[in-house]
């Protein structure tokens, strides 16, 4: 890539930067993971822990990601190479990570499209009845067409490029995101339900309080460290670290922008998303279910919250479009960092334009995503996963194992050669230096030392022992 098209492929400021790279975290790991693993795992404990995760090892592997762009110019394809050519199969890995995250991905956002098409349509009371989403599922046509909709949407955003596309998209997607977002976590709290058969009435304050106050409940050692995995699994999952995606946009980001400020922005909008995710989702659960607990996974979108929406009536309706409007938003900005690292990527490989390669790309991911489409109909098998992982017993399907593989298996492969790369290769100096770039003091440069080359080392690979049932 020449020096002119590197000028031209960069962000306008700092916070062109930060929105797009908090679109990029913002996503349905936030909406459908976050809330669940809260509600099992002591509530306001988990929160504790998450939050002291993200602004250390997070914050370490964020900003570590982010400098490795902006240092070597390069997309995650060519960065580890151009760091050390020891490492250069990270940047192919970083590359093929997150070409199997968009192939299942695209996917789930193609059935949020149908949901939201369901409710803008008057047809949102069908979506709570008992077997909805299965039999959405077992369709041949129906799931591909709403997939190869999302993936259009994504990959013209792309077309356009960096500043027309990417850029401009967040800024106007991500505070309407963060406003829907407020509005709908709002509008939870304030619900009140009285059971007609008990008579007792549940509020949406009594749900707030059983989220936010930590839960000792029968907590023992065993049941601690599983809650730290469990947050350090999600931090993983939400922050989009050792996906290749922070490394393709942090070489468009100037040398000028504080690496240290905008880390902090991002992490504060993934985090404050992803509480005001558990504020949307749990109160209401309390509220119309009596539970805090509504459920994992798809089946937290696609079945639970039908169900408390309907029960919610006329309202219900209104709160269950505006809700799988925000969804489709975070399920946007995700894919559209996941097909961008790719397009970088293969602009350098194969020396093509970005037009070509994005239209490529389309059609490359669509052909993936209805083999993935079939995996539900067409081309039912089950492969063996650990029990802990498995949505089904100890199997799961190709979006299963697909996901599997990506999150548990290939992220923390890539962030542990990240580590060793940066704290014994390359040594931590060689990212300081590139935070303290035009003379901005990096206040944690200790703390970041000590935990790129003993702390995340440590905790990636007991990630790994626990993803492969040996822990």
Not at 53 to 72: E, H, N, S, Y
Request: proline fraction near 3%; aromatic fraction near 14%; charged fraction near 10%.
């Amino acid at each position: 890539m020449d020096n002119q098209t590197k000028k031209k492929a960069s962000f306008t400021g700092t916070i062109g930067f930060v929105l797009a790279a908090a679109g990029s975290a913002v996503g349905l790991g936030n909406i459908w993971r976050f809330p669940y693993l809260a509600a099992q795992n002591g509530g306001g404990l988990f929160i504790l822990i998450y939050i002291l995760l993200a602004l250390t090892c997070g914050f370490v592997l964020l900003i570590t990601d982010i400098a490795i762009g902006r240092k070597t110019g390069k997309s995650a394809l060519e960065a580890f190479g151009a760091a050390s050519s020891k490492f250069k199969f990270l940047g192919a890995l970083s590359t093929i990570v997150p070409t199997l995250i968009l192939a299942y991905y695209a996917v789930i956002g193609g059935w949020i499209l149908k949901y939201m098409v369901d409710y803008f349509t008057g047809q949102g009371a069908q979506t709570a009845t008992d077997g909805y989403f299965g039999a959405f599922l077992a369709s041949p046509v129906s799931p591909i067409v709403y997939t190869l909709i999302f993936l259009a949407a994504t990959a013209l955003i792309v077309y356009k490029g960096v500043e027309k596309g990417i850029e401009k998209f967040s800024k106007i997607i991500m505070p309407g995101l963060i406003l829907l977002i407020i509005g709908i976590a709002v509008f939870s709290v304030t619900r009140s339900y009285t059971d007609p058969v008990t008579g007792v009435t549940r509020t949406g304050f009594e749900g707030m309080y059983q989220y936010f106050v930590p839960n000792f409940d029968g907590m023992t050692v065993s049941h601690f460290f599983k809650i730290v995995m469990d947050a350090m699994c999600q931090l993983f999952y939400s922050l989009s670290v050792a996906m290749g995606i922070m490394i393709t946009y942090g070489s468009y980001v100037k040398k000028e922008t504080s690496l240290t400020k905008s880390v902090i922005q991002i992490e504060a909008f993934d985090s404050g998303v992803a509480i005001l995710a558990g504020l949307m989702i749990i109160p209401a659960a309390f509220v119309f279910t009596g539970s805090v607990d509504a459920g994992a996974g798809p089946g937290l979108i696609f079945v639970a919250l039908p169900k408390i929406f309907e029960a919610m009536g006329v309202v219900g309706h209104i709160a269950g479009a505006v809700f799988f409007v925000m969804v489709v938003f975070a399920a946007l900005t995700s894919c559209i960092s996941l097909m961008e690292t790719v397009v970088a990527g293969c602009m350098t490989l194969f020396k093509k334009s970005r037009k070509q390669v994005s239209w490529i790309a389309f059609v490359a991911f669509a052909a993936m995503g209805v083999v993935v489409c079939f995996g539900y109909n067409l081309i039912t098998f089950r492969m063996p996963l650990p029990p802990s992982f498995a949505v089904d017993a100890t199997t799961g399907t190709i979006l299963d194992i697909l996901d599997f593989f990506c999150n548990y298996i290939m992220l923390p492969i890539i962030s542990l050669g990240t580590c060793i790369m940066i704290g014994w290769v390359k040594k931590p100096q060689w990212i300081i230096s590139e935070i303290e770039e035009g003379g901005k003091h990096f206040k944690a440069k200790a703390m970041y030392s000590i935990i790129i080359r003993y702390v995340a080392p440590v905790i990636v690979i007991i990630m790994l022992f626990k993803a492969t049932g040996k822990f």
